[in-house]
Protein backbone atom coordinates (compact mmCIF):
# COMPACT_ATOMS: atom_id res chain seq x y z
CA UNK A 1 0.00 0.00 0.00
CA UNK A 2 2.71 2.51 1.02
CA UNK A 3 4.32 1.55 -2.89
CA UNK A 4 1.11 2.50 -4.33
CA UNK A 5 0.15 5.61 -2.23
CA UNK A 6 3.93 6.69 -3.00
CA UNK A 7 2.88 6.49 -6.95
CA UNK A 8 0.44 8.84 -6.65
CA UNK A 9 2.05 11.61 -5.16
CA UNK A 10 0.76 14.75 -7.48
CA UNK A 11 3.84 16.22 -9.55
CA UNK A 12 3.59 19.57 -6.79
CA UNK A 13 4.40 17.60 -4.15
CA UNK A 14 7.26 15.80 -5.74
CA UNK A 15 8.87 19.12 -6.55
CA UNK A 16 7.91 20.59 -3.16
CA UNK A 17 10.18 17.80 -2.08
CA UNK A 18 13.01 18.29 -4.34
CA UNK A 19 13.23 21.52 -3.53
CA UNK A 20 13.04 21.11 0.23
CA UNK A 21 15.95 18.81 -0.09
CA UNK A 22 17.72 21.33 -2.04
CA UNK A 23 17.30 23.93 0.32
CA UNK A 24 18.69 22.10 3.06
CA UNK A 25 21.95 21.46 1.05
CA UNK A 26 21.79 18.31 1.30
CA UNK A 27 23.75 16.27 -1.77
CA UNK A 28 22.56 12.89 -0.48
CA UNK A 29 20.17 11.32 -2.03
CA UNK A 30 16.81 11.88 0.14
CA UNK A 31 14.78 8.45 1.96
CA UNK A 32 12.33 8.78 -0.71
CA UNK A 33 14.96 8.39 -3.44
CA UNK A 34 16.82 5.44 -1.98
CA UNK A 35 13.45 3.62 -1.34
CA UNK A 36 12.67 4.14 -4.93
CA UNK A 37 16.27 3.29 -5.79
CA UNK A 38 15.07 0.03 -3.97
CA UNK A 39 12.07 -0.72 -5.98
CA UNK A 40 13.78 -0.04 -9.18
CA UNK A 41 16.20 -2.89 -8.69
CA UNK A 42 13.38 -5.35 -7.48
CA UNK A 43 11.86 -4.19 -10.69
CA UNK A 44 14.67 -5.12 -13.40
CA UNK A 45 15.52 -7.80 -11.39
CA UNK A 46 11.97 -9.17 -12.65
CA UNK A 47 12.27 -8.21 -15.97
CA UNK A 48 15.55 -9.99 -16.09
CA UNK A 49 14.20 -13.37 -14.53
CA UNK A 50 11.42 -13.14 -17.10
CA UNK A 51 13.46 -12.58 -20.01
CA UNK A 52 16.09 -15.50 -19.32
CA UNK A 53 14.18 -18.33 -20.49
CA UNK A 54 13.89 -18.83 -24.20
CA UNK A 55 11.21 -16.77 -26.09
CA UNK A 56 8.05 -18.44 -25.67
CA UNK A 57 7.07 -20.20 -28.86
CA UNK A 58 3.07 -19.44 -29.37
CA UNK A 59 2.24 -16.10 -29.74
CA UNK A 60 0.20 -15.84 -27.08
CA UNK A 61 2.52 -17.27 -24.39
CA UNK A 62 4.78 -14.41 -25.53
CA UNK A 63 2.17 -11.78 -25.89
CA UNK A 64 1.28 -12.40 -22.14
CA UNK A 65 4.79 -12.19 -21.18
CA UNK A 66 5.26 -8.82 -23.08
CA UNK A 67 1.85 -7.74 -21.03
CA UNK A 68 3.47 -8.68 -17.96
CA UNK A 69 6.99 -6.63 -19.03
CA UNK A 70 5.16 -3.93 -20.03
CA UNK A 71 3.29 -3.46 -16.62
CA UNK A 72 7.08 -3.95 -15.21
CA UNK A 73 8.19 -1.35 -17.16
CA UNK A 74 5.53 1.26 -16.97
CA UNK A 75 5.89 0.89 -13.01
CA UNK A 76 9.74 1.14 -13.30
CA UNK A 77 8.98 4.31 -15.70
CA UNK A 78 6.76 5.84 -13.07
CA UNK A 79 9.64 5.17 -10.12
CA UNK A 80 12.43 6.70 -12.31
CA UNK A 81 10.33 9.79 -13.16
CA UNK A 82 9.69 10.50 -9.32
CA UNK A 83 14.21 9.71 -9.15
CA UNK A 84 14.27 12.20 -11.58
CA UNK A 85 12.45 14.62 -10.29
CA UNK A 86 13.99 15.20 -7.35
CA UNK A 87 17.55 14.99 -8.73
CA UNK A 88 19.64 18.19 -8.49
CA UNK A 89 20.28 20.50 -11.23
CA UNK A 90 21.62 18.10 -15.03
CA UNK A 91 24.76 21.03 -14.77
CA UNK A 92 25.91 20.20 -11.47
CA UNK A 93 25.50 16.52 -12.41
CA UNK A 94 27.38 17.24 -15.42
CA UNK A 95 30.28 18.33 -13.43
CA UNK A 96 30.16 15.23 -11.54
CA UNK A 97 30.60 13.55 -14.35
CA UNK A 98 33.69 15.11 -15.49
CA UNK A 99 35.15 15.54 -11.81
CA UNK A 100 34.88 11.47 -11.93
CA UNK A 101 36.49 11.34 -15.29
CA UNK A 102 39.29 13.10 -14.38
CA UNK A 103 40.01 12.33 -11.36
CA UNK A 104 43.40 10.88 -12.04
CA UNK A 105 44.63 14.09 -13.45
CA UNK A 106 46.95 16.24 -11.25
CA UNK A 107 46.29 19.33 -8.80
CA UNK A 108 47.07 21.66 -11.39
CA UNK A 109 44.64 20.47 -14.22
CA UNK A 110 41.67 19.55 -11.76
CA UNK A 111 42.02 23.73 -10.25
CA UNK A 112 41.81 24.37 -14.90
CA UNK A 113 38.56 21.80 -15.31
CA UNK A 114 37.23 23.34 -11.97
CA UNK A 115 37.50 26.93 -13.85
CA UNK A 116 36.06 25.72 -17.22
CA UNK A 117 33.54 23.86 -15.20
CA UNK A 118 32.24 26.71 -13.77
CA UNK A 119 31.90 28.45 -17.06
CA UNK A 120 29.84 26.15 -18.88
CA UNK A 121 27.32 26.02 -15.11
CA UNK A 122 26.93 29.70 -16.12
CA UNK A 123 26.53 29.80 -19.82
CA UNK A 124 24.13 26.64 -19.61
CA UNK A 125 22.08 28.70 -18.08
CA UNK A 126 22.21 30.94 -21.07
CA UNK A 127 18.50 31.17 -23.25
CA UNK A 128 17.92 30.32 -26.67
CA UNK A 129 18.52 33.94 -28.13
CA UNK A 130 21.87 34.03 -26.28
CA UNK A 131 22.77 31.34 -28.08
CA UNK A 132 21.91 32.63 -31.64
CA UNK A 133 23.84 35.33 -31.03
CA UNK A 134 27.21 33.10 -30.30
CA UNK A 135 26.23 31.10 -33.29
CA UNK A 136 26.03 34.93 -35.51
CA UNK A 137 29.41 35.51 -33.68
CA UNK A 138 30.93 32.23 -34.40
CA UNK A 139 29.48 32.68 -38.24
CA UNK A 140 31.19 36.57 -38.62
CA UNK A 141 34.90 34.27 -37.53
CA UNK A 142 34.20 31.71 -40.03
CA UNK A 143 36.80 31.66 -42.74
CA UNK A 144 36.74 29.42 -46.09
CA UNK A 145 39.71 28.06 -47.87
CA UNK A 146 38.88 26.38 -51.70
CA UNK A 147 41.84 23.73 -51.34
CA UNK A 148 42.29 21.71 -55.36
CA UNK A 149 38.28 21.37 -55.23
CA UNK A 150 37.77 20.68 -51.23
CA UNK A 151 36.14 22.62 -49.05
CA UNK A 152 37.68 23.19 -45.67
CA UNK A 153 36.74 25.60 -42.97
CA UNK A 154 38.63 26.82 -40.38
CA UNK A 155 37.48 28.63 -37.21
CA UNK A 156 38.54 30.37 -34.28
CA UNK A 157 39.89 27.86 -30.60
CA UNK A 158 37.55 29.86 -28.53
CA UNK A 159 34.76 29.78 -30.69
CA UNK A 160 35.19 25.57 -31.19
CA UNK A 161 35.21 25.60 -27.37
CA UNK A 162 31.85 27.82 -27.01
CA UNK A 163 30.10 25.23 -29.72
CA UNK A 164 31.38 22.17 -27.35
CA UNK A 165 30.06 23.60 -24.54
CA UNK A 166 27.55 26.27 -24.24
CA UNK A 167 24.96 24.86 -26.90
CA UNK A 168 24.69 21.64 -24.60
CA UNK A 169 20.41 20.22 -24.68
CA UNK A 170 20.90 16.64 -23.30
CA UNK A 171 19.43 14.12 -25.74
CA UNK A 172 17.27 13.43 -22.28
CA UNK A 173 16.03 16.21 -20.31
CA UNK A 174 12.46 15.99 -18.84
CA UNK A 175 10.22 13.86 -21.10
CA UNK A 176 9.09 12.01 -17.76
CA UNK A 177 6.30 9.28 -17.22
CA UNK A 178 3.64 11.70 -17.06
CA UNK A 179 4.44 14.62 -19.83
CA UNK A 180 6.63 14.83 -22.97
CA UNK A 181 8.74 17.93 -22.68
CA UNK A 182 8.43 20.21 -25.81
CA UNK A 183 11.24 20.23 -27.91
CA UNK A 184 11.76 22.63 -31.01
CA UNK A 185 14.17 21.55 -33.02
CA UNK A 186 13.93 24.19 -35.59
CA UNK A 187 15.29 26.25 -33.15
CA UNK A 188 18.73 24.19 -33.53
CA UNK A 189 19.02 23.88 -37.16
CA UNK A 190 21.33 27.42 -37.76
CA UNK A 191 23.42 26.05 -34.41
CA UNK A 192 23.81 22.96 -36.59
CA UNK A 193 25.05 24.22 -39.84
CA UNK A 194 27.71 26.39 -37.51
CA UNK A 195 28.63 22.90 -35.98
CA UNK A 196 28.85 20.88 -39.49
CA UNK A 197 31.36 24.05 -40.90
CA UNK A 198 33.42 23.17 -38.14
CA UNK A 199 33.65 19.38 -38.11
CA UNK A 200 34.10 20.03 -42.33
CA UNK A 201 30.56 18.39 -43.14
CA UNK A 202 29.84 20.07 -46.49
CA UNK A 203 26.19 20.87 -47.41
CA UNK A 204 25.25 21.90 -51.02
CA UNK A 205 24.22 26.31 -50.49
CA UNK A 206 21.46 25.26 -52.82
CA UNK A 207 19.69 23.06 -49.82
CA UNK A 208 17.49 23.68 -47.31
CA UNK A 209 16.88 22.11 -44.21
CA UNK A 210 13.25 22.22 -43.13
CA UNK A 211 10.15 20.51 -41.25
CA UNK A 212 6.94 19.27 -42.38
CA UNK A 213 3.73 21.47 -42.20
CA UNK A 214 5.12 22.66 -38.28
CA UNK A 215 6.23 19.30 -37.40
CA UNK A 216 9.27 17.97 -35.88
CA UNK A 217 10.04 15.96 -38.84
CA UNK A 218 12.78 17.22 -40.71
CA UNK A 219 13.70 16.85 -44.74
CA UNK A 220 16.15 18.46 -47.14
CA UNK A 221 14.17 20.87 -49.66
CA UNK A 222 15.64 22.99 -52.69
CA UNK A 223 13.82 24.91 -55.14
CA UNK A 224 16.94 25.83 -57.37
CA UNK A 225 18.00 23.68 -60.44
CA UNK A 226 20.39 20.88 -59.65
CA UNK A 227 23.26 19.73 -62.05
CA UNK A 228 23.86 15.95 -62.28
CA UNK A 229 26.47 14.60 -60.29
CA UNK A 230 26.46 17.78 -58.29
CA UNK A 231 27.53 17.43 -54.86
CA UNK A 232 24.88 17.57 -52.15
CA UNK A 233 26.61 16.25 -48.96
CA UNK A 234 30.33 15.27 -48.33
CA UNK A 235 30.71 14.31 -44.78
CA UNK A 236 34.49 13.51 -43.18
CA UNK A 237 34.57 9.80 -41.73
CA UNK A 238 35.65 11.44 -37.88
CA UNK A 239 32.80 13.50 -38.51
CA UNK A 240 30.07 10.35 -37.83
CA UNK A 241 29.02 8.94 -34.44
CA UNK A 242 30.15 5.60 -35.13
CA UNK A 243 31.38 2.50 -32.75
CA UNK A 244 34.81 3.61 -32.86
CA UNK A 245 33.90 6.62 -30.43
CA UNK A 246 32.13 4.40 -28.59
CA UNK A 247 34.91 2.24 -28.22
CA UNK A 248 36.55 5.51 -26.13
CA UNK A 249 33.53 6.43 -24.44
CA UNK A 250 34.03 6.93 -20.83
CA UNK A 251 30.69 4.99 -19.73
CA UNK A 252 31.96 2.34 -21.62
CA UNK A 253 35.35 2.46 -19.45
CA UNK A 254 33.35 1.78 -16.30
CA UNK A 255 32.79 -1.76 -17.57
CA UNK A 256 35.23 -4.73 -18.47
CA UNK A 257 36.29 -4.83 -21.63
CA UNK A 258 35.44 -8.98 -21.57
CA UNK A 259 31.75 -7.89 -21.74
CA UNK A 260 30.12 -9.83 -24.05
CA UNK A 261 26.75 -8.05 -24.37
CA UNK A 262 29.03 -4.93 -25.64
CA UNK A 263 31.34 -6.92 -27.56
CA UNK A 264 29.00 -8.12 -29.71
CA UNK A 265 26.54 -5.84 -30.31
CA UNK A 266 27.82 -2.58 -32.00
CA UNK A 267 24.18 -1.02 -31.42
CA UNK A 268 24.17 -1.22 -28.04
CA UNK A 269 27.52 0.04 -27.84
CA UNK A 270 26.06 2.73 -30.29
CA UNK A 271 22.94 4.21 -28.36
CA UNK A 272 25.34 4.37 -24.94
CA UNK A 273 28.02 6.17 -26.83
CA UNK A 274 25.20 8.52 -28.20
CA UNK A 275 23.36 8.65 -24.57
CA UNK A 276 26.88 9.73 -22.48
CA UNK A 277 28.23 12.62 -25.55
CA UNK A 278 24.63 14.31 -24.97
CA UNK A 279 25.08 14.61 -21.07
CA UNK A 280 29.17 15.10 -21.54
CA UNK A 281 30.24 18.72 -21.55
CA UNK A 282 33.55 17.75 -23.64
CA UNK A 283 31.41 15.87 -26.36
CA UNK A 284 32.10 17.38 -30.20
CA UNK A 285 28.91 16.20 -31.19
CA UNK A 286 26.39 18.42 -29.35
CA UNK A 287 25.37 21.22 -32.56
CA UNK A 288 24.57 17.39 -34.23
CA UNK A 289 23.01 15.82 -31.14
CA UNK A 290 20.98 18.91 -30.44
CA UNK A 291 19.02 18.59 -33.65
CA UNK A 292 17.60 14.63 -33.36
CA UNK A 293 14.47 14.14 -32.65
CA UNK A 294 13.50 13.99 -28.68
CA UNK A 295 10.74 11.38 -29.57
CA UNK A 296 10.07 8.61 -32.51
CA UNK A 297 7.61 6.35 -33.20
CA UNK A 298 9.18 3.17 -33.12
CA UNK A 299 7.86 -0.01 -32.04
CA UNK A 300 9.87 0.40 -28.72
CA UNK A 301 6.80 2.42 -28.11
CA UNK A 302 4.37 0.15 -28.61
CA UNK A 303 1.65 -0.12 -25.90
CA UNK A 304 0.50 -3.54 -25.19
CA UNK A 305 -2.31 -2.40 -22.99
CA UNK A 306 -3.81 -0.65 -25.79
CA UNK A 307 -6.00 -3.25 -27.36
CA UNK A 308 -6.72 -1.56 -30.77
CA UNK A 309 -2.96 -1.87 -31.24
CA UNK A 310 -2.73 -5.16 -30.46
CA UNK A 311 -6.27 -6.57 -32.31
CA UNK A 312 -5.20 -4.38 -34.85
CA UNK A 313 -1.80 -6.58 -35.74
CA UNK A 314 -2.46 -10.07 -33.64
CA UNK A 315 -2.88 -11.61 -36.83
CA UNK A 316 0.00 -10.17 -38.66
CA UNK A 317 3.54 -11.48 -39.27
CA UNK A 318 5.19 -8.45 -37.96
CA UNK A 319 3.40 -8.92 -34.51
CA UNK A 320 5.90 -11.49 -32.93
CA UNK A 321 8.82 -9.55 -34.42
CA UNK A 322 7.66 -6.05 -32.47
CA UNK A 323 7.25 -8.45 -29.07
CA UNK A 324 10.38 -9.87 -29.44
CA UNK A 325 11.85 -6.35 -29.84
CA UNK A 326 10.53 -4.94 -27.20
CA UNK A 327 11.27 -8.08 -25.09
CA UNK A 328 14.79 -8.10 -25.93
CA UNK A 329 15.34 -4.13 -25.41
CA UNK A 330 13.72 -4.57 -21.97
CA UNK A 331 16.04 -6.79 -21.14
CA UNK A 332 19.04 -5.23 -22.35
CA UNK A 333 18.14 -2.26 -20.42
CA UNK A 334 17.49 -4.02 -17.06
CA UNK A 335 21.14 -6.38 -17.77
CA UNK A 336 22.79 -2.70 -17.89
CA UNK A 337 20.92 -0.74 -15.31
CA UNK A 338 22.31 -3.72 -12.95
CA UNK A 339 26.13 -3.51 -14.37
CA UNK A 340 26.01 0.49 -13.69
CA UNK A 341 24.56 0.25 -10.68
CA UNK A 342 27.06 -1.98 -9.19
CA UNK A 343 29.82 -1.08 -10.56
CA UNK A 344 32.33 0.82 -8.10
CA UNK A 345 32.15 3.69 -7.82
CA UNK A 346 28.81 4.22 -8.69
CA UNK A 347 28.84 6.37 -12.08
CA UNK A 348 26.87 9.59 -12.03
CA UNK A 349 25.87 9.06 -15.26
CA UNK A 350 22.67 6.32 -13.82
CA UNK A 351 21.06 8.91 -12.62
CA UNK A 352 19.83 9.52 -15.79
CA UNK A 353 20.26 6.25 -17.50
CA UNK A 354 16.49 5.66 -17.29
CA UNK A 355 14.26 3.20 -19.38
CA UNK A 356 12.92 6.13 -21.64
CA UNK A 357 16.72 7.56 -22.57
CA UNK A 358 18.29 3.99 -23.41
CA UNK A 359 14.53 3.37 -25.28
CA UNK A 360 15.06 6.76 -27.28
CA UNK A 361 18.60 6.23 -27.73
CA UNK A 362 18.40 2.75 -29.26
CA UNK A 363 15.57 4.23 -31.31
CA UNK A 364 17.41 7.19 -32.61
CA UNK A 365 20.41 4.38 -33.75
CA UNK A 366 18.07 1.99 -35.24
CA UNK A 367 16.56 4.37 -37.47
CA UNK A 368 19.29 6.58 -38.41
CA UNK A 369 22.42 3.92 -38.25
CA UNK A 370 24.64 3.16 -41.63
CA UNK A 371 27.63 0.72 -41.77
CA UNK A 372 30.65 2.83 -41.81
CA UNK A 373 34.00 1.84 -44.05
CA UNK A 374 36.77 1.92 -42.21
CA UNK A 375 39.58 3.36 -44.66
CA UNK A 376 43.28 2.64 -43.35
CA UNK A 377 46.07 4.85 -44.23
CA UNK A 378 46.92 2.64 -47.01
CA UNK A 379 43.31 4.18 -48.44
CA UNK A 380 41.88 0.01 -48.23
CA UNK A 381 38.74 -0.34 -46.87
CA UNK A 382 39.43 -3.11 -43.94
CA UNK A 383 35.99 -3.59 -42.49
CA UNK A 384 32.75 -1.23 -41.89
CA UNK A 385 31.29 -0.06 -38.13
CA UNK A 386 27.97 0.89 -37.42
CA UNK A 387 27.44 5.21 -37.30
CA UNK A 388 25.19 7.69 -37.46
CA UNK A 389 26.32 10.30 -40.15
CA UNK A 390 25.19 14.06 -39.85
CA UNK A 391 23.58 16.07 -42.28
CA UNK A 392 22.52 12.93 -44.68
CA UNK A 393 20.75 11.05 -41.72
CA UNK A 394 18.03 14.35 -42.48
CA UNK A 395 17.75 12.92 -46.02
CA UNK A 396 13.90 10.94 -46.32
CA UNK A 397 13.30 7.82 -48.35
CA UNK A 398 12.32 7.20 -52.11
CA UNK A 399 12.97 3.78 -54.37
CA UNK A 400 14.28 6.65 -56.75
CA UNK A 401 16.36 8.20 -54.25
CA UNK A 402 20.01 9.40 -54.34
CA UNK A 403 22.91 7.04 -52.84
CA UNK A 404 25.76 7.44 -50.93
CA UNK A 405 29.34 6.93 -52.16
CA UNK A 406 32.50 6.43 -50.61
CA UNK A 407 35.39 8.56 -51.41
CA UNK A 408 38.30 6.80 -50.23
CA UNK A 409 40.82 9.30 -50.85
CA UNK A 410 39.37 12.14 -49.22
CA UNK A 411 38.17 10.04 -46.61
CA UNK A 412 34.25 10.83 -46.59
CA UNK A 413 30.86 10.22 -47.50
CA UNK A 414 29.05 12.04 -49.88
CA UNK A 415 25.75 12.09 -51.73
CA UNK A 416 25.72 13.53 -55.44
CA UNK A 417 22.42 14.59 -57.22
CA UNK A 418 21.13 11.63 -59.77
CA UNK A 419 18.34 13.24 -61.33
CA UNK A 420 14.97 14.38 -61.28
CA UNK A 421 13.61 10.82 -59.62
CA UNK A 422 15.07 11.97 -56.86
CA UNK A 423 12.94 15.06 -56.34
CA UNK A 424 9.35 15.12 -54.79
CA UNK A 425 7.00 18.23 -54.95
CA UNK A 426 5.82 19.96 -52.06
CA UNK A 427 2.32 20.77 -51.55
CA UNK A 428 3.58 24.01 -50.41
CA UNK A 429 5.24 25.61 -52.91
CA UNK A 430 4.77 24.61 -56.55
CA UNK A 431 8.85 25.12 -56.54
CA UNK A 432 9.75 23.45 -53.90
CA UNK A 433 11.04 20.17 -53.91
CA UNK A 434 12.43 17.77 -51.34
CA UNK A 435 15.62 15.76 -52.65
CA UNK A 436 15.57 12.02 -51.24
CA UNK A 437 17.47 8.86 -50.95
CA UNK A 438 17.03 5.43 -50.99
CA UNK A 439 17.36 3.51 -47.91
CA UNK A 440 17.73 0.20 -49.51
CA UNK A 441 15.58 -2.73 -50.74
CA UNK A 442 13.29 -4.00 -47.92
CA UNK A 443 9.75 -5.02 -47.07
CA UNK A 444 7.46 -2.71 -45.26
CA UNK A 445 7.79 -4.63 -42.10
CA UNK A 446 11.53 -4.21 -41.98
CA UNK A 447 11.16 -0.16 -42.86
CA UNK A 448 8.90 -0.35 -39.88
CA UNK A 449 10.76 -2.18 -37.21
CA UNK A 450 14.03 -0.48 -38.75
CA UNK A 451 12.79 2.79 -39.72
CA UNK A 452 9.64 3.60 -37.28
CA UNK A 453 7.72 4.28 -40.78
CA UNK A 454 5.96 2.20 -43.53
CA UNK A 455 6.48 3.37 -47.48
CA UNK A 456 3.52 4.32 -49.51
CA UNK A 457 4.74 2.29 -52.36
CA UNK A 458 7.44 -0.02 -51.99
CA UNK A 459 8.10 -2.38 -55.00
CA UNK A 460 10.19 -4.46 -52.33
CA UNK A 461 7.74 -5.05 -50.14
CA UNK A 462 6.34 -8.91 -49.63
CA UNK A 463 4.09 -10.22 -46.92
CA UNK A 464 5.81 -13.64 -45.06
CA UNK A 465 3.20 -16.24 -44.92
CA UNK A 466 3.71 -19.48 -42.50
CA UNK A 467 3.28 -22.78 -43.70
CA UNK A 468 3.71 -26.10 -41.99
CA UNK A 469 2.34 -29.83 -41.64
CA UNK A 470 0.81 -31.41 -38.83
CA UNK A 471 2.20 -34.45 -37.47
CA UNK A 472 -1.12 -35.93 -37.55
CA UNK A 473 -1.32 -35.27 -41.29
CA UNK A 474 -2.06 -38.21 -43.75
CA UNK A 475 1.50 -39.29 -45.01
CA UNK A 476 3.17 -36.87 -42.90
CA UNK A 477 6.50 -39.06 -43.44
CA UNK A 478 6.34 -38.85 -47.47
CA UNK A 479 5.49 -35.18 -47.47
CA UNK A 480 7.81 -34.00 -45.05
CA UNK A 481 10.41 -35.01 -47.04
CA UNK A 482 9.28 -33.53 -50.25
CA UNK A 483 8.78 -30.27 -48.51
CA UNK A 484 10.95 -28.99 -45.61
CA UNK A 485 10.03 -26.72 -43.11
CA UNK A 486 10.90 -23.68 -44.38
CA UNK A 487 10.41 -19.80 -42.91
CA UNK A 488 10.57 -18.43 -46.73
CA UNK A 489 7.13 -18.73 -47.91
CA UNK A 490 6.13 -15.22 -49.00
CA UNK A 491 3.69 -13.31 -51.07
CA UNK A 492 4.30 -10.03 -53.42
CA UNK A 493 2.60 -7.73 -55.46
CA UNK A 494 4.08 -9.04 -59.09
CA UNK A 495 2.00 -10.75 -61.57
CA UNK A 496 2.40 -14.39 -60.14
CA UNK A 497 2.61 -13.33 -56.25
CA UNK A 498 3.27 -16.55 -55.01
CA UNK A 499 6.80 -17.54 -54.29
CA UNK A 500 7.63 -20.87 -55.50
CA UNK A 501 7.54 -22.80 -52.61
CA UNK A 502 4.69 -21.57 -51.51
CA UNK A 503 3.03 -23.60 -54.74
CA UNK A 504 5.03 -26.69 -53.88
CA UNK A 505 3.69 -27.06 -50.73
CA UNK A 506 0.04 -26.72 -51.74
CA UNK A 507 0.32 -29.42 -54.19
CA UNK A 508 1.70 -31.54 -51.87
CA UNK A 509 -0.61 -30.80 -49.27
CA UNK A 510 -3.28 -31.63 -51.40
CA UNK A 511 -1.83 -35.32 -52.25
CA UNK A 512 -4.00 -38.09 -50.77
CA UNK A 513 -2.51 -41.27 -52.31
CA UNK A 514 1.30 -42.57 -51.47
CA UNK A 515 1.49 -43.17 -55.46
CA UNK A 516 0.56 -39.38 -55.89
CA UNK A 517 3.96 -38.45 -53.86
CA UNK A 518 6.36 -41.59 -54.75
CA UNK A 519 7.91 -40.29 -58.03
CA UNK A 520 8.74 -36.84 -56.53
CA UNK A 521 10.59 -39.00 -53.49
CA UNK A 522 12.43 -41.20 -55.46
CA UNK A 523 13.28 -38.29 -58.64
CA UNK A 524 14.81 -35.01 -57.58
CA UNK A 525 14.61 -34.38 -61.08
CA UNK A 526 10.27 -34.40 -60.76
CA UNK A 527 10.38 -33.15 -57.74
CA UNK A 528 11.99 -29.52 -58.95
CA UNK A 529 9.01 -29.48 -60.97
CA UNK A 530 6.67 -28.53 -57.82
CA UNK A 531 8.01 -25.22 -57.50
CA UNK A 532 7.26 -24.61 -61.51
CA UNK A 533 4.11 -22.99 -61.97
CA UNK A 534 4.26 -24.19 -65.75
CA UNK A 535 4.88 -27.37 -64.66
CA UNK A 536 0.89 -29.31 -64.56
CA UNK A 537 1.39 -31.86 -62.15
CA UNK A 538 -2.46 -33.18 -62.65
CA UNK A 539 -5.63 -30.97 -63.54
CA UNK A 540 -6.94 -31.83 -60.00
CA UNK A 541 -4.23 -31.62 -58.14
CA UNK A 542 -4.14 -27.85 -59.43
CA UNK A 543 -7.38 -27.12 -58.93
CA UNK A 544 -6.97 -28.42 -55.22
CA UNK A 545 -3.69 -26.58 -54.73
CA UNK A 546 -5.25 -23.27 -55.83
CA UNK A 547 -8.52 -24.09 -53.98
CA UNK A 548 -6.14 -24.46 -50.46
CA UNK A 549 -4.33 -21.32 -51.13
CA UNK A 550 -7.58 -19.88 -51.85
CA UNK A 551 -8.94 -20.36 -48.66
CA UNK A 552 -6.23 -19.51 -46.63
CA UNK A 553 -5.70 -15.89 -47.82
CA UNK A 554 -9.56 -15.61 -47.49
CA UNK A 555 -9.02 -16.59 -43.70
CA UNK A 556 -6.38 -14.41 -43.38
CA UNK A 557 -8.01 -11.36 -45.19
CA UNK A 558 -10.69 -11.80 -42.33
CA UNK A 559 -8.12 -11.96 -39.48
CA UNK A 560 -6.81 -8.60 -40.34
CA UNK A 561 -9.28 -6.57 -40.64
CA UNK A 562 -8.75 -2.71 -39.98
CA UNK A 563 -12.72 -2.48 -38.71
CA UNK A 564 -13.54 0.13 -41.38
CA UNK A 565 -10.13 2.39 -40.10
CA UNK A 566 -7.86 4.19 -42.56
CA UNK A 567 -4.32 5.48 -42.44
CA UNK A 568 -5.49 9.05 -44.40
CA UNK A 569 -8.19 9.70 -40.89
CA UNK A 570 -5.43 8.21 -38.63
CA UNK A 571 -2.79 11.18 -37.32
CA UNK A 572 -1.55 9.13 -34.16
CA UNK A 573 2.02 8.48 -35.68
CA UNK A 574 2.27 4.09 -34.51
CA UNK A 575 -1.05 3.72 -35.05
CA UNK A 576 -0.68 5.49 -38.65
CA UNK A 577 1.87 3.35 -39.43
CA UNK A 578 0.40 0.24 -37.92
CA UNK A 579 -2.65 0.82 -40.34
CA UNK A 580 -0.31 1.43 -43.19
CA UNK A 581 0.93 -2.01 -42.55
CA UNK A 582 -2.25 -3.63 -42.43
CA UNK A 583 -3.56 -2.02 -45.39
CA UNK A 584 -0.49 -3.63 -47.51
CA UNK A 585 -0.92 -6.62 -45.92
CA UNK A 586 -4.55 -6.76 -47.37
CA UNK A 587 -3.54 -5.39 -50.72
CA UNK A 588 -1.08 -8.57 -51.21
CA UNK A 589 -3.41 -11.03 -49.53
CA UNK A 590 -6.28 -9.98 -52.15
CA UNK A 591 -4.41 -9.77 -55.28
CA UNK A 592 -2.93 -12.87 -54.03
CA UNK A 593 -6.79 -14.69 -53.01
CA UNK A 594 -7.46 -12.99 -56.69
CA UNK A 595 -4.58 -14.69 -58.69
CA UNK A 596 -5.33 -18.01 -57.56
CA UNK A 597 -9.40 -17.63 -58.52
CA UNK A 598 -8.10 -16.80 -61.84
CA UNK A 599 -6.07 -20.23 -61.93
CA UNK A 600 -9.08 -22.19 -60.97
CA UNK A 601 -11.41 -20.95 -63.55
CA UNK A 602 -8.07 -21.62 -65.95
CA UNK A 603 -7.82 -25.37 -65.19
CA UNK A 604 -11.90 -25.99 -64.06
Known amino acids: MGRQNKNKHSRSSTKKSSQSTHDNGNDAMSHTSIFDQIESRKLVKRVLELTTTPCPLTDQQLLNECREIYKIIENLREIQDIIFENLPDFEKTLNKVESEN?????????????????????????????????????????????????????????????????????????????????????????????????AGVIINEKLTIMNFNKSEDFGIFTNSVLEHDELLFSVPLDSSLCDETAQHSSILQL???????????????????????SYSTQSRFHGYMNLLPRHIDSML????????????????PIFREIMKLYRNIARQYSYLYRLFDESQPRAAFMDYFTFDSYRLAVSLVMTRNNPLPIVTEHLSVERSSL????????????????????????????????????????????????????????????????????????????????????????????????????????????????????????RVFVMSEESELEP???????????????SLITRDNEILAYQFLSNRFQILL???STDNMTSDG??????????????SERAILEHAYCYCQSMILKHT
Request: charged residues 25%; proline residues 3%; contains cysteine.
Open 301 to 316: YFKFDNENYVSLIKFS
Open 102 to 198: SCNNDVEQEDTNDIKESKVDEVLLSNVNDQTQIIDGCLNNLTLNNCENDIKFTINSDDIEILSNKLIQPLFDGTTYRTIKPYNRSSYISQFITWCSV
Open 387 to 506: AMIPAIDLMNHSESGCSMELDVVNRRIVVKYDGPQCLVADSRDSKLFEIRINYGRRTNNEFLLNNAFVPVENTYNRLPIQFGFNRKTHLYEKKIKLIKDSSDYYLNLTENPLSDNVLAFA
Open 570 to 583: CTEGIQFSLLRLVE
Open 558 to 560: KCC
Open 255 to 277: MKSENHLLMTMPNVRLALTLLNE
Open 520 to 534: YVSDQTLCDKLCDPE
